[in-house]
């Protein structure tokens, strides 16, 4: 008698349910600190992680993120379509769309599932990037996990959640001079996970701030 084939749990609807119940942290971080500026720690990651194995598709992420710093300079809503204008940029296509189909990550271990309102679900999370009520560490782990785990496009996914770290933390003025640390596996279902991002984050934010000051006494 043949069994019937197990069917691969949806991490996006996994991710979904736990999202509203997270208990984000409620660390404010303080104000920009006069100073020289912050060295640009995602420049610094994305030229370490890909230039010496892809040095053009180093190059394009670079420029992407050019244009996502600009974009936030200009204080501009972060929406899928904003993203899928510099993905188009990190992929060199002339067309990105929302995936079709359902997607896979972390060698088919997670499975983000596809539905009619997929695409108009991620916007609205994506708006809540500048939900006032919540501190920014928050809202930008929030995000970026947001991204990981809709998974919108076919391809690059990775390189798109730190393209809107980056633009959901410059678009308020912060930088980040380390982002390694970021580096880690995330998982849909773990909140706890979410919310050490977040503590994370904070701590990065922190320290960007204090170590340029600590080098101008020197």
């Not at 230039?51 to 972060?78: F, N, Y």
């Not at 609205?124 to 501190?135: A, G, V, W, Y």
């Not at 990065?204 to 020197?218: D, V, Y």
């Amino acid at each position: 008698m043949t069994s019937a084939p197990v069917r691969q749990k949806d991490a996006l609807a996994d991710w979904l349910s736990i999202r509203t119940e997270i208990s984000w942290p409620r660390w404010n971080c303080a104000a920009p600190a006069a100073g020289p500026p912050v060295p640009d720690g995602f420049r610094d990651f994305f030229t370490s992680t890909r230039a010496s194995r892809d040095p053009q598709g180093a190059a394009r992420v670079l420029t992407a993120l050019d244009h996502a710093l600009a974009d936030a300079k200009q204080h501009r809503r972060l929406t899928f379509a904003l993203m899928a204008d510099w993905q188009r940029t990190v992929l060199h296509r002339d067309v990105v769309g929302f995936r079709m189909v359902p997607a896979f990550a972390k060698g088919g271990r997670e499975r983000y599932g596809l539905a009619r309102d997929t695409q108009a679900r991620f916007d609205q999370c994506l708006s809540e990037s500048t939900q006032p009520d919540l501190p920014l560490p928050s809202r930008a782990a929030r995000t970026y996990l947001d991204v990981l785990f809709f998974h919108p496009f076919e391809d690059g996914n990775a390189r798109a959640a730190m393209l809107a770290l980056a633009f959901v933390l410059a678009r308020e003025g912060v930088s980040l001079d380390q982002v390694h640390p970021l580096q880690v596996t995330r998982w849909a279902d773990d909140a706890d996970g979410a919310a050490d991002l977040a503590v994370l984050l904070g701590i990065l934010i922190t320290a960007a701030r204090r170590r340029p000051l600590h080098g101008s006494l020197s």
